[in-house]
């Protein structure tokens, strides 16, 4: 339903061994102890416990133990589920959805779902769901309360520009979601966004690169933004074609420090290719294998946020009962030797306005000079022809006109970071460095002193920097009645 939010996904590879607990006497003895007291409280106890409920009572207190919340227990048909949702396969409407203005956006309808049976189209608004509001939910949320079993009914109010809210109902459906889609942006750069990795998810990129690559493109943006991960031979299978054969693509080590290295097997589809790997703090597990590996060999920009830091390995075994057991059994390392797990990727490059991740790669790739319109009193702004929505836009004051800080000078190609030491904001790049204290004048640019025209302003959570104090970077801005224009030299 929301390629950014079908699952949050944490396991990295399947095992079916079963570990050779007879071996080990005192795993036996405790085994044996914890089946006598079972039987004991099922056979006499005063309450009659249910079975189940007992069953699962017990083995989430051992999992409780562990203190890992990688190792979990599957009951009969939760694994197929699982499985079903790491696919891409699940019972809803058929839409993307992303937020925008604090209401979530349908940015693509599923060919055959339910939702294009009933009209929806990209762009609309979802404004209620069973007619309550969504505005300011979780998109999560949104998502929960879309989704549900098929045959069932979902009552949406959906707005579409320059009409009048409307009441749709949807009957939900069995939707299968493709884990990759692609495109080509324009300039000869090629898109690729991978959702999670699922079964087919090696193949679908090898068909989605070959179709890129028969389009003609000179270079390629991978958008692995809010993907949690998948199954590991499809993140070495992508890597394979990408880096070509005999590549380490990541490297394990279990308990008994006994290393392993996945190396890839298959030819590159691309060579020399300039590439981006768009990243954000829900890029994990397999994700980051793949956005590892490529940076570690410098075939590939990371742009956004620093990732999740997922970099354990977890088997799936098969239990006698149907369910499963998914067991924490090693952790990993990039190719390189990082060890990323509770810290994650760094980006090459942070960008964190998320609107700005998509705009800034394609900056990396095919440069070109960059125009900001500003509108007073309106939250779109305007980079290059192309509409963002900045809540609270410029703001107009009897000291000048201000900008969004961090939206303005991100789009400029700046990285903007708080620092805690200094208590302002680091901007840096272009052979720059500025830092900004919040109230106060002196700034310091470049290692000297800077006097600033005007303090920064603070606004719903806010900076903004005054257009006059932009100038010191070298950019051009040009100040109207309503109108502030900025751009690049």
């Known amino acids: 339903m929301f390629k950014r939010l079908l699952l949050i996904l944490v396991f990295v590879s399947f095992s079916w061994s079963v570990p050779a607990f007879a071996e080990e006497d005192k795993a036996l003895e405790g085994a044996s102890t914890i089946g006598e007291v079972f039987g004991y ?3 006499y106890h005063l309450k009659q416990p249910d079975i189940d409920q007992l069953t699962r009572a017990s083995i989430k207190g051992m999992l409780d133990q562990l203190n890992d919340p990688y190792t979990v227990y599957f009951s ?3 694994l197929e589920q ?3 949702e790491l696919n891409g396969d699940f019972e809803g409407i058929g839409a993307e959805l992303e937020m925008k203005d604090q209401y979530p956006c349908i940015v693509r309808v599923l060919p055959g779902s339910p939702a294009e049976a009933a009209g929806l189209k990209n762009g609309d608004v979802i404004v209620a769901v069973e007619g309550k509001d969504v505005a300011g939910k979780a998109l999560y949320d949104v998502v929960t309360m879309l989704r549900g079993d098929k045959g069932t009914s979902v009552n949406l109010t959906v707005r579409r520009e320059g009409q ?9 459906n069995t939707v299968n979601l493709p884990t990759v889609h692609e495109k080509v942006l324009g300039n000869g750069i090629g898109y690729i966004a991978i959702e999670s990795f699922g079964m087919e998810t090696g193949a679908e990129f090898a068909n989605a690169l070959v179709e890129l690559k028969e389009s003609g493109i000179e270079s390629l943006i991978i958008d692995l933004r809010n993907n949690g991960g998948g199954y590991v031979d499809a993140a070495a299978e992508i890597a394979s074609y990408l880096l070509g054969k005999d590549k380490t693509v990541f490297v394990t080590e279990d308990r008994e420090k006994h290393k392993d290295a996945f190396i890839t097997e298959l030819d590159p589809i691309i060579n020399e290719t300039p590439m981006v790997v768009l990243v954000n ?3 994990a597990s397999a994700a980051e294998i793949l956005a590892g590996a490529l940076q570690d060999y410098q075939v590939a920009t990371l742009v956004g946020t620093h990732t999740y830091g997922k970099a354990t ?12 057991l998914k067991l924490t059994t090693a952790f990993y390392t990039t190719p390189k030797g990082r060890l990323i797990d509770g810290t994650g990727l760094q980006p090459d490059r942070y960008v964190t306005v998320p609107e700005l991740q998509l705009h800034a790669a394609r900056q990396l790739l095919h440069p070109t000079r960059q125009v900001i319109q500003f509108t007073g009193g309106n939250s779109k702004v305007i980079i290059n022809d192309e509409i963002f929505h900045v809540p609270g836009g410029m703001l107009k004051e009897k000291g000048g006109a201000f900008v969004p800080l961090r939206f303005t000078l991100e789009a400029l190609g700046y990285q903007v970071k708080w620092d805690s030491q200094s208590q302002g904001i680091l901007v840096t790049g272009k052979g720059q460095s500025w830092m900004l204290p919040m109230n106060q004048q002196k700034s310091i640019l470049n290692g000297a002193t800077k006097q600033l025209h005007q303090p920064l302003r603070e606004k719903n959570n806010t ?5 006059a104090d932009l100038l010191s970077l070298g950019v051009q801005a040009t100040v109207l009645d309503n109108k502030v224009i900025i751009s690049s030299m």
């Open 82 to 84: 699982f499985s079903d």
């Open 76 to 78: 009969p048909g939760e």
């Open 313 to 324: 390995v977890q088997d799936i075994i098969p239990l006698k009962n149907g369910g499963a």
């Open 41 to 43: 409280i099922s056979r």
């Open 164 to 172: 009048p809210d409307r009441q749709v109902t949807i009957t939900r």
């Open 281 to 283: 703090e829900q890029t």
């Open 463 to 467: 900076a903004y920097l005054s257009v």
